[in-house]
Structures are given as structure tokens and as C-alpha cells.
T-cell receptor
């Protein structure tokens, strides 16, 4: 597709269940980011993938959170044993990746997945 | 934290007026970007300014950057009701790995 695609757009789950959120980046983009946004707040960095390099996981809030990126394209963010505080919008973005800075760093965002943990 | 912080948190103006939002950050940056978000969904990139630039224009948008004060401003001229959204600054360090987004300025343009 032409843009970053995220699925599902909305997810309602029960506390304690596992969820998987999917992100399909723009073709040719080597960098992929996951962010979390609570209601009325800014974006909280979660994890960053760049090509075949080891991902930067420094933003993951706990070991219940993990993410993979298969074949340098589609990424899945998994939250195990969900808690009510995990409720938020999860945003994925992709970019051409690192370089000399500038336009290659412009991030293109998906519409997000709104996660509600009951 | 490198996180950018926008000021004010909320701004309400009449259509036709100019809107100015400010962003402050804490560490050296390679570039600073402004994004817009409608209805709590995906962000849309507006403009990027490099650390060696002082001012940049794009349509009704004007961005300034003062690296000595670690601050940037976004000016929207002749605002329209359709400009109603949240605006975020994002700072990119030399590491490039992370971009730090502020908490945003919520702009309301009244028709």
C-alpha cells in the first residue's frame, strides 16, 4: 500500500490476555518505530528497528512487551498478560532510515491501534 | 530526558489570526521536526529544520530554530478552522535511533 498500515484499528481485550498488534510499513523504508500514546499525552517511544541491526528496545516499559520485525518489513508488537494501564493508542511509523539526517528521518505514521484493556 | 516540550499546552484563536507554538528541548540535535495530529490518530509530518538552519517556510507555516536557546517556534499564519489539531515537535539526536516527541500543543481555531 501507499502508506503505513496498522491492524487492528481497535482492540478490546480482557485483563491478562495477550494481544498482537501489526504494522506494515511503507515499502523501501528500513526504519520502523513503535510509540504509545495515552489519552491527551505525547508519544512515548517503545522500540526502533533499523535494517538488520539489533533493535533499540530501550523504551519497552516491561518484559511483557516485545516486538519483532520479519524480513525487514512487517512488524508485530506483542503485549502479554495485558493490564489496564496498557490501554492506549499504539502508533507505528516508518522512515527511509538513518543517514546524514534530514528528509530520511521524516516519519510516516499509521492510523494507530486503539487498545482497551477491560 | 531529551524530550521536547511544547508551549502553550492549549491555544484557542479566531479564524484568520496567527498561531504561535513553541518547543524547547534539552540536548544537541541534528534536526527538529513538527508534526500535526488530528483526533488522536496518526501524525502527519509538517516541516523539518536542520540544526544549521535558522528559519524555514512552507506555505502558511514558518519555523524558527535557535540552537543556543534550544528552542523552536511554529507559526501558522491566517489560521483556518481546518488547522484545529494537536501539534508536536520531535527532536532527532545524532544517534538518530530515537525521536523525542513533546506532549503537544492543542490548537483550536474557531470559525
Amino acid at each position: 500500500g501507499a502508506g503505513v498500515s496498522q491492524s487492528p484499528s481497535n482492540k478490546v481485550t480482557e485483563k491478562g490476555k495477550d494481544v498482537e498488534l501489526r504494522c506494515d510499513p511503507i515499502s523501501g523504508h528500513t526504519a520502523l518505530y513503535w510509540y504509545r500514546q495515552s489519552l491527551g499525552q505525547g508519544l512515548e517511544f517503545l522500540i526502533y528497528f533499523q535494517g538488520n541491526s539489533a533493535p533499540d528496545k530501550s523504551g519497552l516499559p516491561s518484559d511483557r512487551f516485545s516486538a519483532e520485525r520479519t524480513g525487514g518489513s512487517v512488524s508485530t508488537l506483542t503485549i502479554q498478560r495485558t493490564q489496564q494501564e496498557d490501554s492506549a493508542v499504539y502508533l507505528c511509523a516508518s522512515s527511509f532510515g538513518v543517514g546524514a539526517g534530514g528528509p530520511r528521518n521524516i516519519q510516516y505514521f499509521g492510523a494507530g491501534t486503539r487498545l482497551s484493556v477491560l | 530526558s531529551q524530550q521536547g516540550e511544547e508551549d502553550p499546552q492549549a491555544l484557542s484563536i479566531q479564524e484568520g489570526e496567527n498561531a504561535t507554538m513553541n518547543c524547547s528541548y534539552k540536548t544537541s540535535i541534528n534536526n527538529l521536526q513538527w508534526y500535526r495530529q488530528n483526533s488522536g490518530r496518526g501524525l502527519v509530518h509538517l516541516i523539518l529544520i536542520r540544526s544549521n538552519e535558522r528559519e524555514k517556510h512552507s506555505g502558511r507555516l514558518r519555523v524558527t530554530l535557535d540552537t543556543s536557546k534550544k528552542s523552536s517556534s511554529l507559526l501558522i499564519t491566517a489560521s483556518r478552522a481546518a488547522d484545529t489539531a494537536s501539534y508536536f515537535c520531535a527532536t532527532g539526536g545524532y544517534n538518530f535511533n530515537k525521536f523525542y516527541f513533546g506532549s503537544g500543543t492543542k490548537l483550536n481555531v474557531k470559525p
